[in-house]
């Protein structure tokens, strides 16, 4: 996905924390909601993009309103950590990026 939307960001001249600068008070960072959820759920299935594996259990654990919920948690990590670079580690490979609020190496 971010491989779609980053043309769009650097249309919008967001910052992108340890990549790009841009408007300070326009920020982009990625979450990953799957991350926040293991948290919680275990081991217990979370999703598939499979339709066949798109059981009861699987929607009853997820749904878009929860990874919207999920991310928006990451955010909210993040920006209490806004000075001090919204918890991403000093040094962020250039291709890869980094998603917030996952453990530093």
Do not use: F, N
Request: some cysteine.
């Amino acid at each position: 996905m971010l491989h779609a939307a980053a043309p769009l960001l650097l249309d919008a001249e967001v910052t992108l924390p340890g990549l790009r600068g841009g408007d300070p008070l326009r920020v982009a960072l990625e979450a990953y909601p799957g991350h926040a959820a293991r948290a919680v759920l275990g081991r217990r299935s979370y999703k598939s993009d499979d339709p066949a594996k798109q059981t009861a259990e699987r929607e009853a654990a997820r749904g878009d309103t929860l990874d919207a919920a999920l991310c928006l948690m990451q955010a909210a990590w993040a920006c209490l950590r806004r000075h001090r670079g919204y918890g991403l580690p000093d040094a962020i490979d250039l291709i890869e990026g980094w998603t917030v609020s996952l453990p530093q190496p």
